[in-house]
């Protein structure tokens, strides 16, 4: 809009100018030709009412006195030349003939000789402003051409170009209006359109996947506008039937794979207890001195596969269902010692900056966050001449710091993304479950875990708690 409002006032303006030009050559066109008429019937009336005879010697006599009160009747200056383009007789004063021609050129002769009217207008300019000169002949009572008629007219341009400045002026005055209005209703109409483009930009932003998203509801809607709300919001029906099947295939999937590794792992204890019964049932002697021997070894050999079970069922237990939080005001410090007291190895070490780090979490889930760390650190060290777990406790800003260290067997590159998926595991027995729970829980927190690790080095297991959970 303002571009068009642009463009029409340049190009107003610029047909009132040309249209002015127009005005302003027709104007003098129309007026040098009736001041020709006009001269040109004084001068018949001189020539009829002259005694002279009337011929080109005669011109001057004829028009020794007559041509000053034409000139001033006419108030216009004008010249008689001879058919040869010799002057004759001048209108203007005596001082200022130097500044008239006395002899015309050859060329103004031939253009007037050969013209079909026997009359030529030649075009001049000088300092700027623009004269015409018209030339036509003279005639006797037998029309007979005696002379030649020439009236220099200048143009006196300077009111229609004030009338020209002053219109212009008030064109621009109304198109800077206009373009003002033209800025405002501009900007108007675009907050108009845009608004309902901005509100469905702000939804489909805010398009996530993993929760329930609104539909877009706008009241009287443009008919594209509305087409892309109806678009956007069959969308969000199709995206939500999209993810409820999608989450209901990864949760069965999930189990099913869940299902499988519990069942692979119950039936390795199985097997060595099935043979250990049926060799025990073809052995068993009443009579034999060593029964009791063996009924020992038969019993702990079934009490260490039911226990192997029994582990089995309870990390399954506590990875598929994580106990409610029970969210207090602890000392961080004192609950890591606490968690560390079920180690016997004597080569786990502990440091914290401060005797006391208070924060509001679970007690149960952190113990389990720092036994489950510690465990993986445990199992990393079984190789190494001198082993070493360092666990410690500090304070950063708003969060707690807990890490546990170890100088270990590393953990490769190609295991690096998926350490904290379930079920995955480097160790000939255990569930995988341990780091994914620890995961888990950090996560239900809105903390953060991470590690660093070094093949052959050790690794190092790096959790944030937030100090004050809103």
Same mark, same amino acid.
């Given at each position: 809009?303002?571009?068009?409002?642009?463009?029409?006032?340049?190009? #107003? %303006?610029?047909?009132?100018?040309?249209?002015?030009?127009?005005?302003?050559?027709?104007? /003098?066109?129309?007026?040098?030709?009736?001041?020709?008429?006009? #001269?040109?019937?004084?001068?018949?009336?001189?020539?009829?009412?002259?005694?002279?005879?009337?011929?080109?010697?005669?011109?001057? @006599?004829?028009?020794?006195?007559?041509?000053?009160?034409?000139?001033?009747?006419?108030?216009?200056?004008?010249?008689?030349?001879?058919?040869?383009?010799?002057?004759?007789?001048?209108?203007?004063?005596?001082?200022?003939?130097?500044? &008239?021609?006395?002899?015309?050129?050859? !060329?103004?002769?031939?253009?007037?000789?050969?013209?079909?009217?026997?009359?030529?207008?030649?075009?001049?300019?000088?300092?700027?402003?623009?004269?015409?000169?018209?030339?036509?002949?003279?005639?006797?009572?037998?029309?007979?051409?005696?002379?030649?008629?020439? @009236?220099?007219?200048?143009?006196?341009?300077?009111?229609?170009?004030?009338?020209?400045?002053?219109?212009?002026?008030?064109?621009?005055?109304?198109?800077? @209006?206009?373009?003002?209005?033209?800025?405002?209703?501009?900007?108007? &109409?675009?907050?108009?359109?845009?608004?309902?483009?901005?509100?469905?930009?702000?939804?489909? !932003?805010?398009?996530?996947?993993?929760?329930?998203?609104?539909?877009?509801?706008?009241?009287?809607?443009?008919?594209?506008?509305?087409?892309?709300?109806?678009?956007?919001?069959?969308?969000?029906?199709?995206?939500?039937?999209?993810?409820?099947?999608?989450?209901?295939?990864?949760?069965?999937?999930?189990?099913?794979?869940? %299902?499988?590794?519990?069942?692979?792992?119950?039936?390795?204890?199985?097997?060595?207890?099935?043979?250990?019964?049926?060799?025990?049932?073809?052995?068993?002697?009443?009579?034999?001195?060593?029964?009791?021997?063996?009924?020992?070894?038969?019993?702990?050999?079934?009490?260490?596969?039911?226990?192997?079970?029994?582990?089995? %069922?309870?990390?399954?237990?506590?990875?598929?269902?994580?106990?409610?939080?029970?969210?207090?005001?602890?000392?961080?410090?004192? #609950?890591?010692?606490?968690?560390?007291?079920?180690?016997?190895?004597?080569?786990? /070490?502990?440091?914290?900056?401060? !005797?006391?780090?208070? %924060?509001?979490?679970?007690?149960?889930? @952190?113990?389990?966050v720092v036994t489950n760390l510690v465990k993986n650190a445990i199992q990393a060290v079984p190789e190494v001449a001198s082993p070493r777990v360092l666990v410690s406790v500090a304070k950063n800003a708003d969060e707690v710091k807990i890490s546990v260290a170890d100088n270990g067997i590393g953990i490769s590159d190609e295991n690096?993304?998926? &350490?904290?998926?379930?079920?995955?595991?480097?160790?000939?027995?255990?569930?995988?479950?341990?780091?994914?729970?620890?995961?888990? &829980?950090?996560?239900t927190y809105r903390g953060k875990i991470s590690f660093t690790s070094q093949q052959g080095k050790g690794t190092v297991f790096c959790v944030k708690f937030p100090r004050e959970i809103n």
């Amino acid at each position: 809009m303002i571009f068009l409002v642009l463009i029409a006032s340049v190009l #107003i %303006a610029g047909v009132t100018v040309y249209q002015f030009q127009e005005i302003n050559e027709d104007y /003098h066109q129309n007026r040098i030709e009736r001041k020709e008429e006009q #001269i040109r019937q004084s001068i018949d009336l001189t020539i009829q009412k002259t005694t002279y005879p009337v011929t080109t010697e005669n011109l001057g @006599l004829i028009f020794k006195d007559d041509i000053y009160e034409i000139s001033v009747v006419q108030n216009m200056n004008f010249n008689i030349y001879g058919l040869d383009g010799q002057l004759i007789k001048s209108s203007r004063p005596k001082f200022e003939n130097d500044s &008239i021609s006395r002899c015309l050129d050859a !060329e103004v002769l031939n253009q007037l000789e050969n013209s079909i009217d026997k009359r030529y207008v030649q075009e001049n300019a000088t300092a700027g402003d623009k004269y015409q000169t018209s030339y036509t002949y003279i005639a006797d009572h037998k029309f007979k051409p005696i002379g030649i008629l020439n @009236l220099p007219y200048f143009e006196d341009n300077s009111f229609n170009d004030k009338e020209l400045r002053e219109f212009l002026i008030r064109l621009g005055g109304v198109y800077v @209006l206009m373009l003002i209005l033209a800025i405002a209703l501009a900007f108007v &109409i675009s907050k108009y359109i845009t608004r309902s483009l901005e509100t469905i930009s702000g939804m489909m !932003e805010r398009t996530d996947l993993s929760k329930r998203n609104e539909k877009i509801h706008i009241e009287n809607p443009g008919e594209e506008i509305e087409k892309l709300i109806d678009s956007y919001n069959a969308m969000i029906d199709e995206l939500e039937q999209s993810a409820a099947k999608l989450a209901r295939s990864e949760r069965e999937q999930a189990w099913r794979e869940m %299902a499988k590794q519990v069942a692979h792992e119950i039936k390795n204890p199985l097997t060595p207890m099935r043979l250990s019964v049926q060799s025990f049932e073809r052995k068993f002697d009443p009579q034999d001195p060593d029964t009791e021997q063996k009924v020992k070894e038969y019993s702990k050999t079934l009490i260490q596969q039911i226990d192997t079970m029994s582990s089995i %069922a309870s990390a399954f237990s506590n990875f598929a269902q994580m106990p409610a939080q029970q969210n207090e005001t602890l000392n961080v410090v004192k #609950i890591v010692k606490l968690a560390l007291d079920i180690f016997n190895e004597d080569y786990i /070490h502990f440091i914290a900056e401060e !005797e006391e780090i208070i %924060a509001k979490l679970d007690r149960t889930q @952190l113990i389990r966050v720092v036994t489950n760390l510690v465990k993986n650190a445990i199992q990393a060290v079984p190789e190494v001449a001198s082993p070493r777990v360092l666990v410690s406790v500090a304070k950063n800003a708003d969060e707690v710091k807990i890490s546990v260290a170890d100088n270990g067997i590393g953990i490769s590159d190609e295991n690096k993304d998926k &350490i904290f998926e379930p079920k995955f595991t480097t160790k000939s027995s255990g569930m995988g479950l341990g780091l994914g729970m620890v995961k888990n &829980i950090v996560e239900t927190y809105r903390g953060k875990i991470s590690f660093t690790s070094q093949q052959g080095k050790g690794t190092v297991f790096c959790v944030k708690f937030p100090r004050e959970i809103n």
